[in-house]
């Protein structure tokens, strides 16, 4: 069967759990007016409740840039120039949903921590680094839970053992725990005023592997007992095998290929999504030889002429060069390539398969 180019949304969950938040036409650029650098194009994105999605790419490919502008976290010269964001509201709760990308100051501090919240890359970046961490979670839930102070220092201990951190060190300053403790302590942090949705990015780079698999570990956990859903941002593809319900893949600021992690470790339709599963070695099984992507990243500035992978693909036809791809629908995936993995190369130049 031919698929189809009919509008697909990442992270489209096969259950029938209720959409939480749904993006569309989402664009992001850097620079000035005239002279755009486009770090987000044209994405459509659909988070289920209690949903793992993971999205993966390279440096530079608009993992963090678009997380930073669904949360209106983004600084200039960064700019949101088109799309909806639209967070639903609680089941048996009425209203609207809003959109986060057109919502006062003031809605957005109401939603941020009770219904969305992050954790950074950079544990000792995200804590306050002259605050005990006890500091940390009170002031937080006093903001937004009010509680009283013995009642948050208590609900800080609680939330502290849970990521397997001792209570006796929430009087601790960040420097004096290790770097997976901090990181730990920001996922606890996170989860404080019970969010529907807790972005990750890059949690886990700056810890070692041992590290990492307990921090997985402990996420998964937390994730089914307390059912948030999460995007889970990272450049290593074989992480998110572990963890993902779906996977959404970037490359020069488009989602091209989305899937089950099965889908897309064993039949991958673009070929920088094979190209990514190739580069990284498996967290589980034989070691295997790994191949590198050759070529470097797309010119974001000449970005919407062509197939942003053109120059780096090993598959590449003369269209691809002369032509932007359209995300094409094959059931519950799409990819955004016009020469797919494992077809045949057209018999003529300019061909399509």
């Not at 659909?46 to 790419?57: D, F, M, T």
Request: hydrophobic residues 40%; aromatic residues 4%; glycine residues 8%.
């Amino acid at each position: 069967m031919s698929p189809t180019t009919a509008p697909a949304a990442a992270g489209t969950a096969t259950t029938e759990a209720p959409v939480l938040l749904d993006v569309r036409g989402l664009r992001v650029d850097y620079g000035q007016p005239g002279d755009p650098l486009l770090a987000v194009r044209d994405v459509d994105l659909q988070i289920r409740r209690g949903e793992v999605l993971g999205i993966a790419g390279e440096s530079g490919s608009g993992k963090t840039t678009l997380i930073t502008a669904l949360l209106r976290l983004q600084r200039p010269p960064a700019r949101t120039t088109a799309g909806t964001a639209l967070l639903h509201p609680r089941p048996g709760q009425d209203g609207p949903p809003v959109d986060l990308l057109t919502a006062s100051r003031r809605e957005l501090r109401a939603l941020r921590w009770e219904r969305l919240s992050v954790v950074f890359q950079s544990a000792m970046n995200a804590l306050n680094p002259v605050h005990r961490l006890e500091s940390q979670f009170i002031d937080t839930l006093a903001a937004h839970r009010r509680m009283s102070r013995a009642d948050a220092r208590a609900h800080a201990s609680h939330l502290l053992e849970l990521v397997g951190i001792p209570a006796s060190r929430a009087r601790s300053y960040p420097h004096e725990l290790s770097g997976g403790m901090r990181q730990r302590a920001t996922i606890a942090l996170a989860l404080a005023c019970e969010p529907d949705l807790v972005v990750m990015d890059e949690p886990t780079t700056a810890v070692d592997v041992v590290m990492q698999r307990q921090i997985l570990a402990q996420v998964q956990r937390l994730q089914a007992e307390f059912g948030f859903a999460i995007v889970f941002i990272t450049h290593d593809f074989s992480l998110l095998l572990e963890i993902a319900d779906r996977l959404a893949i970037m490359y020069g600021g488009r989602i091209v290929e989305t899937g089950t992690p099965a889908e897309l470790q064993g039949d991958p339709r673009h070929h920088y999504t094979a190209g990514l599963r190739d580069s990284f070695p498996p967290l589980r099984g034989p070691l295997v030889p790994l191949r590198g992507i050759p070529g470097s990243p797309p010119d974001l500035r000449t970005a919407g002429i062509a197939c942003s992978f053109a120059d780096r693909c090993a598959g590449a036809q003369e269209d691809c060069r002369s032509t932007v791809p359209p995300l094409f629908v094959e059931g519950s995936r799409a990819h955004a390539c016009l020469h797919p993995v494992g077809t045949p190369a057209p018999s003529s130049p300019g061909g399509r398969p």
